[in-house]
């Protein structure tokens, strides 16, 4: 099992700001004002982890990808803790003559496989769904 550090600090109101384990800087705001908010984070680490795999795999199976974005539509519990309870991966995959059971093939592989914020949040009880759109381009 690897170990990973980070740390957080507290700047101002509900303002922090955080290290990564790498290094980098991330701005934390409850109040949205100068950074997303923590559960707004963990939606884009959902993102960008599949978004990873997904390039990733469409790479290695030779498709000539241009360009993927994934937009999340989550729903959180209304009493605290205001968790998320279902998560919505929308793909949308450019390139030429991208075939649709690759791209369904990739997004399969990283919810089930390799994705790792996918499968915590789905063994945290997170229904989480996608689909995906391949545009010629």
Known sequence: ????????????????M??????????????????????????????????????????KSRQEVTDVSCELTAQRAETVPAVY????????????DIKESQVERAIKLSAEKYCSASRMLVQGGVNVTHDFEVIAG
């Open 85 to 96: 309870t279902d998560i919505h991966m929308h793909f949308t995959v450019k390139g030429q």
């Open 18 to 59: 955080g290290i990564s384990p790498s290094g980098h800087n991330v701005q934390i705001d409850a109040d949205k004002e100068k950074g997303a908010s923590p559960m707004e984070l963990i939606l884009l680490g959902l993102g960008g982890c599949a978004s990873y795999d997904v390039v990733s795999i469409l790479q």
């Open 1 to 16: 099992m690897s170990e990973s550090k980070a740390s957080v600090t507290w700047q101002e109101n509900k303002a922090f």
